[in-house]
Nanobody, 119 residues
Framework: QVQLVESGGGLVPPGGSLRLSCTAS????????MMWYRRAPGKQRELVAS???????NYADSVKGRFTISKDNYKNMVYLQMNSPKPEDTAVYYC?????????????WGQGTQVTVSS
C-alpha cells in the first residue's frame, strides 16, 4: 500500500521559515509529478507547488518567490521550504503524487500536516 507521510508542520511566526517534508513509499522518480496542496479553514483546496519528473517546478502566484519545492529521488522525499510565511498561509498542507501509467491515472495523498502562521 502506497503511503505519503508529511512532517514538519507547526507554529511559525510571520517572516520566519519552515520546511515541510513528504516521505513516500513509492519511487517518486518513476514518472510521478509531486505536489503540495493546502486547505485553509473555510476555503477550497489549493495547489501550492508542483515538481515534475524532470525537476521543473510551478507555483501558485500567492507563494512565488517565498516557497520552494524540491525532491530527492534517492530518498523518495519531497520538500516545501516556506520562507517569509504570512498568516494567510495557515492551512493543512498535503503531499500528493500523480502519474499516468499504462493508460490509467494514479493519485496518492498524505494525511496532511498543519501549518499555523501567527505571532
Amino acid at each position: 500500500q502506497v503511503q505519503l507521510v508529511e512532517s514538519g508542520g507547526g507554529l511559525v511566526p510571520p517572516g520566519g521559515s519552515l520546511r515541510l517534508s513528504c516521505t513516500a513509499s513509492l519511487n517518486i522518480g518513476n514518472g510521478y509529478v509531486m505536489m503540495w496542496y493546502r486547505r485553509a479553514p473555510g476555503k477550497q483546496r489549493e495547489l501550492v507547488a508542483s515538481i515534475s519528473n524532470d525537476g521543473s517546478t510551478n507555483y501558485a502566484d500567492s507563494v512565488k518567490g517565498r516557497f520552494t519545492i524540491s525532491k530527492d529521488n534517492y530518498k523518495n522525499m519531497v520538500y516545501l521550504q516556506m520562507n517569509s510565511p504570512k498568516p494567510e498561509d495557515t492551512a493543512v498542507y498535503y503531499c500528493n503524487a500523480d502519474r499516468f501509467w499504462l493508460g490509467r491515472p494514479y493519485s496518492y495523498w498524505g494525511q496532511g500536516t498543519q501549518v499555523t502562521v501567527s505571532s
